[in-house]
């Protein structure tokens, strides 16, 4: 499949898909553990779609049909999630693909991808990293960011987690990534 995917901001009538989404399946083993209703789904995006917090919440489209989730925000806002990652710059990304026949198709490489160079880095012209967390035994999630040009920088622990941080460099940026990621 090679159809374009395109990026949109979340909207509130887009919230029963969330719901919808998070409760599959396929989302329980490392995104959304719990059933979580609609209810608790407004209250959670409602503010990241008014703008309210600093996250940005986006859906993936294929042929004019949504099919996946991201959000992005720069770690200076997000005191905790800095500490928890040991890195205090750049734009952090966390994403799903919600409907369960495109994944292993090689749309998540592509939907990442195209995510950070479309909307992420252009949302944050300030940050020249792009950070990206997976638990260990999410294998699937770590293959799919390094296809789209993630590398790993260290493991670290979340919620009880053993987790792995992953860094993509902006285009253009010629530094090593390494060299930087070890600044942190």
């Avoid at 329980?28 to 553990?33: E, G, V």
Wanted: proline share 8%; glycine share 8%.
């Amino acid at each position: 499949m090679t159809d374009p995917i395109a990026y949109r901001p979340l909207a509130e009538a887009d919230l029963p898909l969330m719901a919808d989404w998070l409760n599959r399946p396929h989302l329980r083993a490392f995104y959304q553990r719990a059933p979580i209703s609609l209810a608790a789904v407004a209250a959670k995006y409602g503010p990241r779609i008014r703008r309210e917090v600093p996250t940005q919440s986006w859906l993936a489209v294929l042929a004019e049909t949504p099919f996946g989730y991201l959000q992005c925000y720069r770690l200076a806002d997000w005191p905790d999630w800095r500490a928890t990652v040991g890195v205090d710059h750049g734009v952090s990304i966390d994403l799903f693909i919600g409907e369960p026949s495109l994944i292993g198709r090689g749309i998540g490489r592509r939907m990442l991808s195209g995510y950070v160079e479309q909307v992420a880095f252009p949302q944050h012209p300030e940050e020249r990293l792009c950070w990206i967390g997976h638990e260990l035994e999410n294998v699937p999630a770590r293959r799919c960011s390094a296809a789209a040009g993630f590398v790993p920088v260290r493991e670290y622990v979340e919620d009880g987690n053993q987790s792995v941080l992953m860094v993509r460099q902006a285009r253009g940026d010629r530094r090593k990534v390494g060299s930087m990621a070890a600044r942190q």
